[in-house]
């Protein structure tokens, strides 16, 4: 116990003043490999007497500990002392301020949409997607807007041809069509996506703005369905349960079809956001106009369902309090960092 004692304080001043790692390995050799001191005195435990013995060979194991130990801590300290060489060789100056890469967020459009997303398919939605350059018989024939129809002038159309046969489409119900003739119903489906109108732009109005159409079809979908999904959306979207009500309006592929408002979610008693009113025009919706469903090969008299339009934009500048929708789309970084 003695001779552990004493060496390991005279290997630990040698392993400190070593300054290279040959020394180092010459001292590991000598102490800590096969016939070196620790086995050594390992090997001689046996020949004390017995009482002595736990304890000579308890300190013979933490002299190879602590030897083991201070062999790191002076290889880390070399290799630290060779970088700093290095470095300062190099003009390297560790004191200097960090250039920081800027970092990307996400738009709060792409981050709404995500939300909504989830929100869907964990009530077993799928996300679909859809061209942005249309027919006019998916945006417009086959969802009861026939040429010529006065429903036509609700849209104002970018055109994309002479004949008239392809537009850019002017909201995402135009999916619908699509996912009602590629899929079966029974059915449930959102599509977050782009739209475009020719509008001269305003604080309100932009040429190019998001929604998300969101369409169920299945056996006995009443309008009860429909609100308590527009429910399970706003609580989504503003984290709590939120009152709505139905006002009734006009889109020709759905019947009936409803202005769906809901309770202002940021005051009691009418603010600047609900025109003091207490209540904000959320979203069109109703139930799918038989034609619509016939149009796509379904038979409206075993099906029905609903659809509903959600401005994507309108409701990314309620939820941001954003007061010109031009914003969205501008591109200008000041306003995008807001929402990193
Ligand atoms: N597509 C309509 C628009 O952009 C919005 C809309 C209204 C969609 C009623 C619907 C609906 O699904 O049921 O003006």
């Given at each position: 116990m003695e001779s552990a004692n004493t060496l390991t304080s005279t290997?630990?001043?040698r392993i400190e003043a070593a300054g290279s790692d040959t020394e180092l390995r010459a001292i590991e050799r000598e102490y800590l490999e096969k016939g070196g001191v620790v086995a050594g005195l390992l090997a001689a435990v046996p020949s004390l007497p017995g009482p002595e013995r736990p304890a000579a060979g308890r300190a013979a194991n933490q002299l190879k500990l602590e030897i083991a130990a201070a062999l790191g801590a002076a290889r880390e300290r070399l290799a630290s002392?060779?970088?700093?060489q290095e470095r300062s060789?190099?003009?390297?100056?560790?004191?200097?301020?960090a250039q920081h890469s800027p970092r990307g967020s996400l738009h709060p459009i792409v981050q709404l949409t995500r939300e909504l997303s989830d929100l869907f398919h964990s009530m077993g939605f799928l996300v679909l997607d859809g061209p942005e350059v249309e027919t006019d018989e998916h945006n417009f024939e086959a969802l009861n807007i026939p040429r010529d129809h006065p429903a036509r002038d609700m849209q104002d159309t970018f055109r994309c041809d002479p004949e008239g046969k392809l537009v850019l489409r002017t909201h995402t119900s135009a999916v619908q069509v699509r996912a009602m003739r590629q899929l079966k119903p029974p059915m449930r489906a959102i599509v977050p996506g782009k739209v475009f109108r020719q509008e001269t732009t305003d604080a309100s109005h932009e040429h190019t703005f998001h929604q998300m159409e969101g369409i169920v079809i299945d056996k006995d979908i009443t309008v009860a369905h429909l609100i308590s999904t527009m429910k399970v959306l706003l609580r989504?979207?503003?984290?709590?349960e939120i009152e709505v009500r139905l006002r009734p309006g006009y889109f020709p592929f759905v019947e009936p079809g409803f202005e769906l408002d809901a309770r202002c979610p940021f005051?009691?008693?009418?603010?600047?956001?609900?025109?003091?009113?207490?209540?904000?025009?959320?979203l069109p919706c109703g139930m799918i106009h038989p034609n619509v469903l016939r149009s796509s090969g379904i038979d409206p008299e075993t099906w029905g369902g609903f659809?509903?339009?959600?401005?994507?934009?309108?409701l990314v500048m309620?939820?941001?309090?954003?007061?010109d929708v031009r914003h969205l789309l501008g591109g200008d970084l000041r306003f995008l960092e807001q929402f990193s």
């Amino acid at each position: 116990m003695e001779s552990a004692n004493t060496l390991t304080s005279t290997v630990k001043a040698r392993i400190e003043a070593a300054g290279s790692d040959t020394e180092l390995r010459a001292i590991e050799r000598e102490y800590l490999e096969k016939g070196g001191v620790v086995a050594g005195l390992l090997a001689a435990v046996p020949s004390l007497p017995g009482p002595e013995r736990p304890a000579a060979g308890r300190a013979a194991n933490q002299l190879k500990l602590e030897i083991a130990a201070a062999l790191g801590a002076a290889r880390e300290r070399l290799a630290s002392a060779d970088l700093d060489q290095e470095r300062s060789s190099a003009g390297f100056d560790a004191s200097l301020p960090a250039q920081h890469s800027p970092r990307g967020s996400l738009h709060p459009i792409v981050q709404l949409t995500r939300e909504l997303s989830d929100l869907f398919h964990s009530m077993g939605f799928l996300v679909l997607d859809g061209p942005e350059v249309e027919t006019d018989e998916h945006n417009f024939e086959a969802l009861n807007i026939p040429r010529d129809h006065p429903a036509r002038d609700m849209q104002d159309t970018f055109r994309c041809d002479p004949e008239g046969k392809l537009v850019l489409r002017t909201h995402t119900s135009a999916v619908q069509v699509r996912a009602m003739r590629q899929l079966k119903p029974p059915m449930r489906a959102i599509v977050p996506g782009k739209v475009f109108r020719q509008e001269t732009t305003d604080a309100s109005h932009e040429h190019t703005f998001h929604q998300m159409e969101g369409i169920v079809i299945d056996k006995d979908i009443t309008v009860a369905h429909l609100i308590s999904t527009m429910k399970v959306l706003l609580r989504g979207v503003f984290g709590r349960e939120i009152e709505v009500r139905l006002r009734p309006g006009y889109f020709p592929f759905v019947e009936p079809g409803f202005e769906l408002d809901a309770r202002c979610p940021f005051c009691k008693s009418g603010c600047s956001v609900c025109k003091q009113s207490t209540w904000i025009e959320l979203l069109p919706c109703g139930m799918i106009h038989p034609n619509v469903l016939r149009s796509s090969g379904i038979d409206p008299e075993t099906w029905g369902g609903f659809a509903f339009g959600l401005g994507l934009s309108r409701l990314v500048m309620l939820r941001f309090q954003i007061d010109d929708v031009r914003h969205l789309l501008g591109g200008d970084l000041r306003f995008l960092e807001q929402f990193s």
